[in-house]
């Protein structure tokens, strides 16, 4: 009786395991921020279903929660989107069974703009975010604008400076340890997303992060844009603005001088306009741990 029911928990570890090693089915349309040109949002709806999608608004991290879910809301339903709601609730609240009954039934999941952290502090460790990702899992698609586009990735922007503290001018330095992050959803795993790029100047500090995880990518999304995740891990750029690649994977030199600057030689920079197609590292996508 003691062999069987080892076996047994072996069994159930090993199937966990393959649970949150599942590659996922569906797509990404992460977005720079700025105005959703109609194209952007007809892409959402379709891969979210077209006729049958059910789209759930997230907008945690706004500071006017209602205001801008209400207002995504109707703008989802003026491009074609048969259904749509959203879900207001903070760390305590977001497993509801409201919250989840929701969730659970949606093809599509929009993360609103505003601060990455609110949105962090709602979601992480929630049976909720484990429903998010069953939605992107089974095929469904996981959208964001500026602040819900930098949750996505593992390692996330949290828009703070630790050594300049010029508010005047940010992020005029690629210096090491200047760029704070934090852990992100994850939903890309092999690079860094940052937004409104071109538009707010923020080169820097996507080159310093590239230079000290080189072996991940940073992928800068202008406002108006957006890049499609598609399930083999390529993305499609749309919009109206580019999306700027930077690569360190083959550098050489990565160095920090007598001042903590960054350096380093043989940086690749891509400039990409919409249309444009990118494959994007491979790297194991997981679902989160529970607790995180």
């Excluded at 393959?18 to 959402?44: C, D, F, N, W, Y």
């Excluded at 279903?49 to 989802?76: C, D, N, V, Y």
């Amino acid at each position: 009786m003691r062999l069987f029911a080892t076996l047994f928990i072996v069994l159930l570890q090993s199937l966990a395991l393959i649970s949150q090693t599942t590659t996922p089915k569906g797509h990404l349309v992460i977005i720079g921020g700025g105005p959703r040109p109609e194209a952007i949002m007809k892409k959402i709806i379709a891969l979210a279903g077209g006729e049958k999608a059910r789209i759930l608004i997230i907008p945690m991290a706004s500071s006017e929660m209602l205001e801008t879910a209400k207002a995504q809301r109707e703008q989802f339903l003026k491009f074609g989107a048969p259904n749509v709601d959203y879900v207001i609730c903070d760390s305590a609240s977001a497993d509801a069974d409201s919250n989840l009954a929701k969730i659970n039934v949606a093809t599509g999941v929009f993360f609103s703009g505003g601060d990455q952290n609110r949105l962090m502090k709602a979601l992480r460790g929630t049976k909720f975010l484990q429903a998010v990702w069953k939605v992107y899992e089974k095929g469904g698609v996981l959208s964001g604008t500026s602040a819900g586009a930098a949750v996505q990735s593992r390692i996330m922007l949290t828009g703070d400076e630790l050594v300049n503290k010029d508010t005047v001018n940010p992020y005029g330095m690629v210096r090491k340890g200047n760029i704070e992050t934090a852990e992100g959803f994850g939903f890309v795993r092999s690079v860094i997303i940052d937004q409104h790029f071109v538009k707010r100047k923020r080169q820097n500090r996507l080159l310093t992060l590239v230079l000290e995880h080189p072996n991940l990518v940073g992928v800068g999304i202008d406002e108006a844009t957006c890049i499609i995740v598609k399930p083999n891990s390529t993305f499609e750029v749309l919009g109206d603005a580019t999306v700027q690649v930077f690569d360190a994977r083959n550098a050489k030199n990565i160095r920090t001088d007598a001042n903590g600057n960054l350096t380093g030689n043989d940086i690749r920079l891509h400039i990409f306009p919409s249309g444009a197609l990118y494959p994007m590292p491979q790297v194991q996508k997981s679902s989160p741990k529970k607790g995180r």
